[in-house]
T-cell receptor, first 111, second 110 residues
Framework: DVKVTQSSRYLVKRTGEKVFLECVQDMDHENMFWYRQDPGLGLRLIYF???????EKGDIPEGYSVSREKKERFSLILESASTNQTSMYLC??????????FGPGTRLTVT | GIQVEQSPPDLILQEGANSTLRCNFSDSVNNLQWFHQNPWGQLINLFY???GTKQNGRLSATTVATERYSLLYISSSQTTDSGVYFCAVEPNSGNTPLVFGKGTRLSVIA
């Protein structure tokens, strides 16, 4: 079974802190994705990556950066967390032309 | 870009009832998936179905790619079926991110 894991289920951070959200997949998938989900706004794509050291901006990249140093790991970085980044963050991975799988999500609260 | 519309937006069912959820998309696609988001927020894969029909227990799905729609059938619904059902498509233009519909929120009442 494909497994996508995220470093935390719940996280509380203070405004201005640097926040790292980690995502790891165990199926050698080329593609990895970060989304955020807010009530009434659906899933919005933040960043994605097609390969190691590659990254592409999604629909809402402002305030975020990413890192993909190894194929199995894709990190989302909030350089200076703000209250409007309080959200559910979902990581996903997929192989080309195959199914996409999601991690369990991280509920981030920025106070 | 491609548009994905799901209907109905909300659905309330009595336990044991059947339902059909619809997903329309505006252009040809490489990939179509159905997901169920459970109350804890996790998105669970239901079907990978760019075309044809698949069944898994009480759930089945049909995609008619030429007419640009997909249907998800839930039979004999149970309270554990509650949650949000998302349809997502990969546009037919290469390796691109999935485009999600806004979802159908299903509530199954005992």
């Amino acid at each position: 079974d494909v497994k996508v894991t995220q470093s935390s289920r719940y996280l509380v951070k203070r405004t201005g802190e640097k926040v790292f959200l980690e995502c790891v997949q165990d199926m050698d998938h080329e593609n990895m994705f970060w989304y955020r989900q807010d009530p009434g706004l659906g899933l919005r794509l933040i960043y994605f990556s097609y390969d190691v050291k590659m990254k592409e901006k999604g629909d809402i990249p402002e305030g975020y950066s990413v890192s993909r140093e190894k194929k199995e790991r894709f990190s989302l970085i909030l350089e200076s967390a703000s209250t409007n980044q309080t959200s559910m963050y979902l990581c996903a991975s997929r192989s080309v032309n195959y199914e996409q799988y999601f991690g369990p999500g991280t509920r981030l609260t920025v106070t | 870009g491609i548009q994905v519309e799901q209907s109905p937006p909300d659905l309330i069912l009595q336990e044991g009832a059947n339902s059909t959820l619809r997903c329309n998309f505006s252009d040809s696609v490489n990939n179509l998936q159905w997901f169920h988001q459970n109350p804890w927020g996790q998105l669970i894969n239901l079907f990978y179905i760019p075309s044809g029909t698949k069944q898994n227990g009480r759930l089945s799905a049909t995609t008619v790619a030429t007419e640009r729609y997909s249907l998800l059938y839930i039979s004999s619904s149970q309270t554990t079926d509650s949650g949000v059902y998302f349809c997502a498509v990969e546009p037919n233009s290469g390796n691109t991110p999935l485009v999600f519909g806004k979802g159908t929120r299903l509530s199954v009442i005992a």
